[in-house]
């Protein structure tokens, strides 16, 4: 089995060979009736659970005994489905074993140790061991009670979709199980509207290190099976539009985690059926990050931002016209708000601007690349497209603008394609903003270059832009409604740990108090949002891309590897490293000491190397203290 998860290694789920597990055609997989499962009248025609209770059920008091970091070399996954699922299953038409099949071929693909019982009496539901529950509709009052024991022991739980909202006989019963022992509020279902089957991961969570933040995980609009919507406390995934939009109003997650005392638990809001459809260099990287942090096994990861942010903010000013005094004030404005922006400049009669950029860039905003001219670059063929880069490198070294020492690259009306993205990586510009089709996740990524190619120093970075423009939105709705819009927005990117591109026209349009309202978006989440220049974002990625941290050994004392690229970091940079016991600390044995800092659950360490030089590291990690509350 494999112990220890790395940053890169959801590459590898694609690849991964997996047991000749038959599955049968979907004709025997959905019932007749759409709503066999989940009663329609309890859901508004959008899919909303009506009557709702308020905030999320307080978690059930736990024993705080530890379990002893030795039962990580013994503890295993059990699959369960209980009889009376299976014959509800039946009853609908549908095969009874896919649920469990899905889970076994997953298991065996990855080599955790598991086995598949039938009887919650088993032995083998010991404190330590993981029990899984796929899709358990119906359950009977001893199997609840069964379950609920198992987790005060310190067992954890990995539950997907409904869990015990029937009992034996397929009654419906209700959501009360499962909310109160997962520690979720159901709130709706999903897939009545066509873009609502995104499943977005967030950033940098305990289950969801190992994949880009925002992936898109398509999932198939299955009337039977509609993924749960829920409220919770620690929500680590959501159901987005391929936009990165959120989908509703009442909420959008459709995943959490929780931890009272040894137990811990990972709810999945979506039925195995959906599996079938699912990309699986996301989907298995989510579950193998889970079902790795129910089993406690330490895993490490290098955070996607500099310590202690969970998302970025960049402000963003195209060239609509001649840059002049009038552009100042916002640009004051900015730097009263904590924020240095990024202009981007047109090539075309770009002396007439030189003033105004001079004296931005003097008070420390970063002035880089749009283009020659204001037409966009898509369609255009590649020998055309790099005549323009060009020309309009050369026409703004002509006019002696102060362009960044880092550059980027902000196309005029987001008028780019992939030809672009390649002819632009092949220039002396460190990286591009793009629109929503070139990046599938939230944040930044590389840019792949071709055959044939000169190769660069550092590949292109990739910045996605998932905000529209708020005088873009004029045409449609108020000024003070694209401003709440907006904030909600932000909001929404900064809790999913995205990069959050705000997008101005310089000799912009909107009141002085719409464009400092837009900004306090920014302000209002500045704890968590990393206020900082394109060219730092993408400094920060290629930093963050050459430092590298993998662990090895035993799981109750594992070596810590960790390269510090050449240049070193610009930023604090925090490794990742997941607690086998809530509220353990770590003790590092090496020749180098880095500070230590620990979430608010007590659940992830945080080790800042800044300060280390440049080369190979390595430790000894001790976990130290028993105490789980």
């Not at 508004?44 to 308020?54: F, H, M, Q, T, W």
């Not at 979709?161 to 009992?167: A, E, I, K, V, Y």
């Amino acid at each position: 089995m494999c112990l220890f998860v790395a940053v890169a290694l959801f590459t590898a789920f694609s690849a991964a060979a997996a047991p000749r597990i038959k599955i049968k055609a979907a004709t025997e997989m959905d019932p007749a009736d759409p709503s066999y499962f989940l009663p329609a009248d309890l859901f508004d025609a959008k899919g909303n659970r009506l009557g709702v209770a308020p905030g999320v059920p307080a978690a059930v008091p736990m024993p705080t005994q530890s379990l002893p970091l030795e039962g990580l070399r013994k503890s295993e996954v059990l699959v369960y489905q209980s009889p009376a699922t299976r014959a509800y299953f039946e009853r609908g038409g549908v095969r009874s074993d896919l649920n469990v099949t899905l889970w076994q071929r997953f298991l065996a693909r990855y080599r955790f140790p598991f086995r598949i019982i039938r009887d919650l009496k088993d032995p083998a539901l010991a404190a330590g061991n993981v029990l899984v529950l796929p899709s358990d509709v119906a359950l009977s009052d001893a199997e609840r009670q069964q379950i609920r024991s198992f987790a005060a022991l310190g067992g954890s739980i990995i539950a997907t979709w409904q869990l015990g909202t029937r009992d034996p006989q397929g009654k419906w019963v209700g959501f009360d199980f499962m909310e109160s022992l997962l520690s979720v509020r159901v709130t709706g279902f999903t897939g009545l509207v066509d873009d609502e089957r995104y499943i977005h991961p967030y950033g940098d969570t305990p289950v969801t290190h190992s994949i880009p933040a925002g992936s898109r995980m398509w999932t198939d609009l299955l009337p039977a099976w509609s993924p749960l919507m829920i409220r919770s406390a620690t929500p680590v995934a959501g159901m987005r539009t391929w936009g990165h939009r959120p989908t509703r109003d009442t909420g959008s997650d459709v995943m959490s985690i929780s931890a009272h005392g040894r137990s811990r638990v990972v709810y999945f809001g979506w039925p195995e059926r959906t599996w079938m459809s699912a990309d699986a260099r996301y989907h298995d990287g989510l579950l193998y990050d889970s079902v790795s942090w129910a089993l406690r096994l330490p895993s490490v990861s290098v955070a996607a931002w500099p310590y202690p942010y969970r998302s970025a903010f960049v402000s963003t000013t195209y060239m609509a016209d001649v840059f002049n005094a009038n552009d100042i004030p916002f640009g004051k404005l900015q730097l009263s708000k904590g924020l240095k922006g990024s202009y981007y400049v047109l090539g075309f009669e770009i002396d007439k601007s030189h003033a105004a950029l001079t004296q931005l860039a003097a008070m420390g905003h970063e002035i880089s690349y749009e283009g020659d001219e204001f037409e966009s670059f898509a369609g255009q063929p590649a020998a055309q497209q790099t005549t323009r880069l060009n020309t309009m490198r050369a026409a703004t070294a002509a006019a002696k603008i102060p362009i960044s020492a880092h550059p980027g690259f902000n196309p005029p009306a987001d008028g780019s394609d992939q030809i672009t993205r390649q002819v632009v990586s092949e220039q002396p510009i460190d990286y591009m903003v793009t629109w929503v089709e070139a990046v599938d996740g939230c944040i930044p990524q590389f840019q792949t270059s071709t055959a044939g190619t000169a190769p660069r120093r550092h590949p292109l970075v990739l910045i996605p832009r998932l905000l529209p423009g708020v005088e873009e939105r004029l045409d449609e709705i108020s000024e003070s409604e694209a401003v709440a819009e907006n904030h909600d927005l932000v909001n929404d990117l900064n809790r999913m740990g995205c990069v959050a591109v705000a997008r101005y026209a310089n000799q912009s349009l909107l009141t002085p108090d719409a464009q400092s309202q837009t900004l306090d978006s920014y302000t209002r989440n500045r704890s968590t949002m990393w206020g900082a220049t394109g060219s730092e974002i993408s400094r920060w990625w290629v930093e963050r891309g050459e430092l590298k941290a993998t662990l090895s050994g035993d799981p109750t004392a594992p070596t810590l590897s960790v390269t510090i690229p050449g240049g070193g970091l610009s930023n604090e940079a925090v490794i990742w490293l997941n607690l086998p016991r809530r509220e353990a600390k770590v003790s590092l044995s090496g020749p180098q000491q880095v500070r230590t800092v620990y979430s608010e659950d007590g659940l992830v360490a945080g080790l800042l190397v800044r300060d280390l030089k440049p080369g190979n590291y390595q430790w000894q990690v001790n976990f130290v203290g028993d105490a789980e509350k």
